[in-house]
């Protein structure tokens, strides 16, 4: 897809990709260099493992958005291709 960068140098991230990577607006990113590729991802969540039940989990550090039925599905669509 193809875009146009603006005088200042910004680039409109169109809404089709936005929507497939969950970025709203307001939303921050993180862009980075790869191999001669700008890469633009939704930020990391930092996270942390923790002992719950005896078992290792993986907790967030920060409030996440609660998950809609419709994310899920999408996920288990794709890992089960």
């Known amino acids: 897809?193809?875009?146009t960068i603006d005088a200042a140098g910004r680039v409109?991230?169109?809404?089709p990709l936005r929507d497939a990577i969950g970025l709203g607006a307001g939303g921050e990113v993180e862009i980075q260099l790869?191999?001669?590729r700008l890469v633009v991802a939704p930020p990391a969540?930092?996270?942390r493992?923790?002992?719950r039940g005896g078992r290792a989990t993986i907790v967030a550090e920060e409030d996440l958005p609660p998950l809609s039925d419709g994310v899920v599905r999408d996920v288990l669509d794709s890992i089960r291709r």
């Open 45 to 47: 969540v930092r996270k």
């Open 49 to 51: 493992v923790e002992t």
């Open 1 to 3: 897809m193809r875009v």
């Open 12 to 15: 409109v991230i169109p809404k």
């Open 34 to 36: 790869v191999d001669g």
